[in-house]
C-alpha cells in the first residue's frame, strides 16, 4: 500500500511558479507510476502530468506542456511537479496519485489506485 501527502500548493501571480511535492510512504513507491491530475470548481478532474516508475519517461496534457516539469527521487519516495509560468486557469485543487498499471500513461483516473488529499493552487490574474 502507498500514501500519498500532497504539499507546496498556495496563491501565487500569473506568470509566477509554484512547485508541489507528492510525499509516498511504503516501500514499493518506486515501483509505481505517479501522476498529477487536476479539479477546478464545477469541473471534472483532469490529468496533468505523468512519471515512470524509473523516471525515465514522462507525459503530459497539452495544456501544461512545455510549462510544468514532473520528476521523481525514489531515494527520498518523492515526486515533485515544477509550475512555471501560471496561469489563473491552472486554478485548481492539485492531486497526486499512484499506479501499478503500464496504463498510466493515458492518463485516465481509473488507472491509478491511491490517491492524495491534494492541494490547492490559486493563480491570481
Known amino acids: 500500500q502507498v500514501q500519498l501527502i500532497e504539499s507546496g500548493g498556495g496563491l501565487v501571480q500569473a506568470g509566477g511558479s509554484l512547485r508541489l511535492s507528492c510525499a509516498a510512504s511504503?516501500?514499493?513507491?518506486?515501483?509505481?507510476?505517479i501522476g498529477w491530475f487536476r479539479q477546478a470548481p464545477g469541473k471534472e478532474r483532469e490529468f496533468v502530468a505523468a512519471?515512470?516508475?524509473?523516471?525515465?519517461?514522462?507525459r503530459y496534457a497539452d495544456s501544461v506542456k512545455g510549462r510544468f516539469t514532473i520528476s521523481r527521487d525514489n531515494a527520498q519516495t518523492t515526486v515533485y511537479l515544477q509550475m512555471n509560468s501560471l496561469k489563473p486557469e491552472d486554478t485548481a485543487v492539485y492531486y497526486c496519485?499512484?499506479?501499478?498499471?503500464?496504463?498510466?500513461?493515458?492518463?485516465?483516473?481509473?488507472?491509478?489506485?491511491?490517491w492524495g488529499r491534494g492541494t490547492q493552487v490559486t493563480v491570481s490574474s
Open positions: 511504503g516501500r514499493t513507491f518506486s515501483t509505481y507510476a
Open positions: 496519485a499512484a499506479s501499478g498499471s503500464l496504463n498510466y500513461v493515458l492518463g485516465y483516473a481509473r488507472d491509478y489506485r491511491y
Open positions: 512519471i515512470s516508475w524509473s523516471g525515465g519517461g514522462t
